[in-house]
């Protein structure tokens, strides 16, 4: 049987922002500055109150509950949202992945 | 080398054994930095050890690169010299490679007051500005966007000129107060023609061979930072046209436009990008299509300044 892969992002994963950034919000959105590479990113309005949540590390499972919460949208389809999302910023160098 | 003068700049004092093109201060004013000039180096000189903080590479054959030494800091200019500071920001000697020193006043003006400033924990854009009145507005943008071309032609229409390439800022509140620089525009080759709108006493040349204007440095209050523009000069377009940037949109472009770059160190880039979102959040940043020339529209300084929403006063259509 393969290995999971630990980075690999799933519902019971925990999220954390890594040191090696820092951001601000701007308006309702966030820009971001990746310190290794010299980056920025910008989150639109949901990506920016994902990354408010992220001010401590938090399970998937949590950051959708609070979505579900605050956002009209269908479970599937903002799981899938968050989860693309969540990809982004770990490719980035923005947040850390912390297995179950 | 001449005796020092002292001379008024961004706000500051700098009293200088280099003769600088900046307006005079006041014989008994008291310093902020203090500049000697130091001897010549050898052709072979390189950076001293130390501390790589920033490694600039201005893209043209030029750079820069500060070190953190044992002394001090110095600002390495591999085509130029070499300006040593001491550790507590007061002084400076200034070093010229071989027949470069005619060169080092050029940066004693520009590149190392930014340097200089930025390591005092200041607010720095790289911006060419002018001001009607009480209110400023700036210009950013990559070098050949139009910068100093746009202040040359506003200061003909009646405006008066903030600074040129420097523009060190003061917040106060909610808003950003813009220090006055050097009261010198420098032409680039392809609008020298612009001097001709100005008497032929302001028209001189600078040690690298570039038309410059002296302008009379204002005595006013510090005007306040009022639109920041990113120029695009267009010679298909007709019409000027203005599109103010999200906040998000204007702190990226003005962290695309800083004055000094290539920090190997998180500090200072931790406050730039922090500034920038203050600015951001603080003062309104368009982009502008404008109609370009020579020929410019007469109207152009009017349509410009009512786009950014900025009263015209004493402002004159061109000659």
């Known amino acids: 049987m393969p290995e999971a892969d630990p980075t690999e992002i799933r519902d019971d994963s925990t999220i954390a922002l890594t040191p090696r950034q820092i951001s601000c919000g701007l308006g309702a959105e966030a820009a971001i500055l990746q310190l290794e590479s010299g980056k920025y990113y910008s989150l639109n309005p949901v990506g920016a109150r994902v990354w408010q949540l992220l001010a401590s590390p938090q399970k998937v499972s949590a950051l959708l509950a609070v979505l579900l919460g605050e956002y009209e949208v269908p479970a599937d389809r903002c799981r899938a949202d968050l989860l ?10 923005l947040i850390e992945v912390r297995p179950a | 080398m001449s005796s020092p003068s002292n001379y008024r700049l961004y706000g500051l004092c700098i009293r200088s054994e280099l003769p600088l093109t900046a307006p005079a201060a006041a014989e008994t004013a008291a310093p902020d930095l203090t500049v000697l000039e130091g001897e010549d180096l050898p052709a072979s000189a390189a950076p001293p050890p130390g501390e790589v903080w920033a490694a600039a590479d201005f893209g043209n054959g030029f750079g820069v690169q500060l070190t953190r ?54 607010s720095i854009l790289h911006a060419s ?58 032409l680039r080759p392809n609008a020298t023609a612009l001097a001709e709108l100005f008497p032929p006493a ?55 436009y800083p004055r000094v770059y290539g920090w190997q160190r998180d500090e200072p880039r931790r406050r730039q990008f922090e500034l920038f979102a203050r600015l951001a959040e603080s003062v309104p940043v368009f982009r502008m299509s404008i109609p370009w020339g020579p020929p410019f529209a007469s109207d152009l300084p009017g349509q410009l300044f009512s786009a950014v929403g900025m009263t015209l006063g004493e402002i004159h259509p061109l000659r």
């Open chain 2, 69 to 122: 030494t044992a002394v001090g800091w110095s600002l390495f200019y591999p085509q130029t010299g070499e300006v040593r500071l001491t550790a507590d920001l007061r002084h400076a000697t200034a070093h010229a490679l071989p027949g470069k020193a005619a060169i080092l006043p050029l940066l004693l003006i520009g590149s190392v007051p930014a340097w200089w400033l930025n390591l005092r924990g200041e």
């Open chain 2, 129 to 186: 500005a002018v001001a009607i009145g009480n209110e400023a507005l700036a210009f950013i943008g990559a070098s050949g966007m139009g910068k100093s071309t746009l202040a040359t032609l506003l200061c003909s229409a009646g405006a008066g000129l903030v600074t040129d390439d420097v523009l060190r800022l003061k917040a106060e509140g909610d808003n950003f107060l813009c220090h006055w620089g050097t009261g010198e525009l420098r």
């Open chain 2, 202 to 256: 302001q028209a001189s040349r600078s040690s690298d061979g570039r038309s410059t204007l002296l302008l009379a440095p204002s005595e006013t209050a510090l005007p306040r930072l009022r639109a920041i523009l990113i120029p695009q000069p267009s010679r298909e377009q007709r019409e000027l046209a203005a599109e103010r940037l999200t906040l998000v949109q204007a702190a990226f472009r003005l962290n695309g």
């Open chain 1, 84 to 93: 693309a999302l969540l990809q982004k910023l770990h490719a980035a160098g």
